[in-house]
T-cell receptor
Framework: NAGVTQTPKFQVLKTGQSMTLQCAQDMNHNSMYWYRQDPGMGLRLIYYSASEGTTDKGEVPNGYNVSRLNKREFSLRLESAAPSQTSVYFC????????????FGEGSRLTVL | RKEVEQDPGPFNVPEGATVAFNCTYSNSASQSFFWYRQDCRKEPKLLMSVYSSGNEDGRFTAQLNRASQYISLLIRDSKLSDSATYLCVVNSNYQLIWGAGTKLIIKP
């Protein structure tokens, strides 16, 4: 049972480099999310996609872009990485949107030097 | 003031003891509430939803106090495997707002 799979698990970037975090879910969920988690803070929503073909900004979208490639896949792109984007990134999916259970990937630890 | 606040802990509790912690929220119109569990360097996983009348799942009891705007989680007969960070989540204006978590350490 794969659930939500995200890659890569670890990445080190230099300031100004770009990268894409990949996420795929096999639960046929409509809603998908990208969060970041920083020490001492709650999970903060970067972007979400309520359904295939739609994406919306969350609380902290600056410096990020997303693509909902199809129902299964939702990618997060950092165009020009900054040290402030050092964080743990989690992808999640949900059948019932914000009213239901979120299923998370294992996380991607990104360090920007 | 943060929308969702939790005591970061850590709560150091002997095995077998009962422990409880609260989470306060600022938006009185919040619609739904959840507790998630996050093990060290792992992803969050849903522990339980919190219903208005309170609900129990085995050793875990969740309560909602709308008048005082807080939810609580009670763990009875704590096990070593209960050691984790417990995240409070509030659905406020159709957005999920996450607390920073309360760290619980169960000691043998």
């Amino acid at each position: 049972n794969a659930g939500v799979t995200q890659t890569p698990k670890f990445q080190v970037l230099k300031t100004g480099q770009s990268m894409t975090l990949q996420c795929a879910q096999d639960m046929n969920h409509n809603s998908m999310y990208w969060y970041r988690q920083d020490p001492g803070m709650g999970l903060r929503l970067i972007y979400y996609s309520a359904s295939e073909g739609t994406t919306d900004k969350g609380e902290v979208p600056n410096g990020y872009n997303v693509s909902r490639l199809n129902k299964r896949e939702f990618s997060l792109r950092l165009e020009s990485a900054a040290p402030s984007q050092t964080s743990v990134y989690f992808c999640a999916s949900s059948e019932l949107g914000d009213t239901g259970e979120l299923f998370f990937g294992e996380g991607s630890r990104l360090t920007v030097l | 003031r943060k929308e969702v606040e939790q005591d970061p802990g850590p709560f150091n509790v002997p095995e077998g003891a009962t422990v409880a912690f609260n989470c306060t929220y600022s938006n009185s119109a919040s619609q739904s509430f959840f507790w998630y569990r996050q093990d060290c360097r792992k992803e969050p996983k849903l522990l339980m939803s919190v219903y208005s009348s309170g609900n129990e799942d085995g050793r875990f009891t969740a309560q909602l106090n709308r008048a005082s705007q807080y939810i609580s989680l009670l763990i009875r007969d704590s096990k070593l495997s209960d050691s984790a960070t417990y995240l409070c989540v509030v659905n406020s204006n159709y957005q999920l707002i996450w607390g920073a978590g309360t760290k619980l350490i169960i000691k043998p």
